[in-house]
Structure formats: structure tokens, C-alpha cells
């Protein structure tokens, strides 16, 4: 999956569609016989001197096979695939019904395999990068460094955390938990940097922290200093009816981790 900025004439959105691939191959590492191409359009842009409006918005690229196998896994599995989506605007769709959901927000997940940075101004995505590394990369350095099973590895990590106290035979692992988030906070920095030095006139409000690899202790105060923003923990269900039968204090614990699938029930209208 590839995300980018990208200016076009000012044309009908099927008409940009249309053209996609005659223009996008030099910003995409496969064929784009080879992919699916959508477009997703932000504002409307003056050209540059005499040139006639323009349109800037996000490219969205995907493989065809990789779409294809998804599709076929959901048939598989008795359903009916209606829509193709991607994660990042579906975590943003939830974000925004949330308490969290004001301003300029830099949406940061952190995944298993990857992790990803969707910006949005009033709750109109405007920038998405994803980052090839996430919590499992982090269980496979302790299990590859220590010698212990995935379970055993997933264990130490959350009952470590990124904490500066540990007992000595506790330091090993606190050392490789340290140094591969400091790995991956680099990465998110520099992403938030990088939109922060090109989009000036969308100063980022505060970051909101969502996925499974939010959840390592002291990882939300860690990224607020790499950055300077105010990092808060997604809260997706503000402002939804919840039934009777839902625990409260569970759904509290756990919500930022199933932001992507309340954003899919939605809907893309949402």
C-alpha cells in the first residue's frame, strides 16, 4: 500500500481517476498495470503563473494480488466484500467521532508488522506514511537476544515497558526494549517533522495513539518528548450509544486497540 500527496489538473474525480496511470508510475515501486489507483482529493489549488486550477489530494496505491487476497480470504469466510478501504482512513472516521477529534491531529498506530501517521484538519485527511516496524519487531529482538519463545517474549515486553528501574536479570531485556522503540520513535519524529516543515499552515495540535503497541508502558510519554506534542490515548466510542451489556471498564482498557475495525462499521460516509 502507497499513500501520497500528489497536485492534478482540475478535472472531474473520474476523469483524475482516468488518468492515474499515465501519471503516478515514477512515484510507485510496481507496475501500475499491476495495481489498483485511487485518488483521494483534499482542496482546489492555484497553478503556478497563467496554468489552470489544480487539485491536490492523496494517491492511493495498492497491489492487485495483495487486494485480490483479501477479497478471497472475506469470501472464504462467507461475506461479501462491498468496499475496499484502508486502514488509515478508517482509523480516522472512528477518531473523529470521538473526544479526541479536534484541530490538526497527527494519528499515530502502532501495529504488529507496521505503524502508521495519518495528519487530518477538521477530520479531512491530509498526509499518510507508513513505517515498516512495529511491536512485533520488538518481540522478535528479545526472543532472538534472550533465547525465549514469542509468548514469553510478548510477557516481558508489557511487563517491562520502557522503564529506567529494573532488576538485574531484567536488564538484557530492558536494553533491547529500549533500544528498538528508540528505533521506531526516531522514525515517527522525523515523520512528524517532515510534514511539520512542509505544511506550516497545519500546525499539529496534539498527537492521538491508538494499536496494540500504544499499549507498552511509557510509550505515550516517550513519543511526546521525541516530538514536543501532547500525546493522547484514542477514545473512538466517545459519542456513541453503547449496549447494556457492554463492560465499561474492559472497552476503556482495551479501545484503542480496535479503533480500524469501528472505523470500517461505519462506513466510508461516516
Known sequence: MVVRNLTVPKM???RIRESLPFQVQDLLSFPTAEALLDFYPIKEVDGEGESEPQVSGLLIAATKDVVQAH???AKLAGRRSINVDIMA?????AIHRGVTAPGVIAQIDIGGGSSSVLISSGGVPQ???VIPSGGNQLTKALRARLGI???AAEVLKMKLGLTDVVAPHDAIAATVIREVT???LESLRNTVQYF???WPELPIDHIVLMGGGARLGGFPTALRDVTGFPVLTA???GGLELGPDVDRAVLQDSECTFVAALGLALGSKA
Open 12 to 14: 472531474s474525480l473520474r
Open 71 to 73: 477479497i478471497k480470504a
Open 89 to 93: 482512513f478508517a482509523r480516522s472516521r
Open 127 to 129: 498526509f499518510v506514511r
Open 149 to 151: 519463545d514469542e509468548e
Open 182 to 184: 528508540a528505533e521506531l
Open 196 to 198: 511539520t516543515n512542509n
Open 235 to 237: 477514545q473512538p466510542v
